[in-house]
């Protein structure tokens, strides 16, 4: 999947549940599209997980001033 804004997969995801939720498509059609479900919901997953993972970096020491550097953020769950 190519890289897209988490609010632009949240959107084309919600696009999809309301096209299977209709039940007006050939059940080939609907499994791509539940397919392509899978993937977004998993990227959107991931995309919170990061989130959450940098917003604990930033905030841990309860208010203590944190010595948080920028590898810190790039780095998945805050690993160097």
């Known amino acids: ?9 949240m959107s084309q995801l919600e ?12 059940l080939e059609k609907a499994l791509k599209k539940f397919e392509e479900g ?3 919901s998993r990227y959107c997953e991931q995309q ?10 930033l905030t841990r020491g309860s208010g203590e ?6 590898d810190d953020l790039n780095s998945p769950q805050g690993e160097t």
């Open 1 to 9: 999947m190519t890289r897209m804004t988490f609010e632009k997969a």
């Open 38 to 40: 899978v993937k977004l």
């Open 15 to 26: 696009q999809i549940v309301q096209d299977l939720e209709t039940g007006d498509m050939p």
């Open 48 to 57: 919170l997980d990061e989130t959450e993972a940098r917003i604990t970096l």
């Open 65 to 70: 001033e944190t010595d948080v550097r920028p």
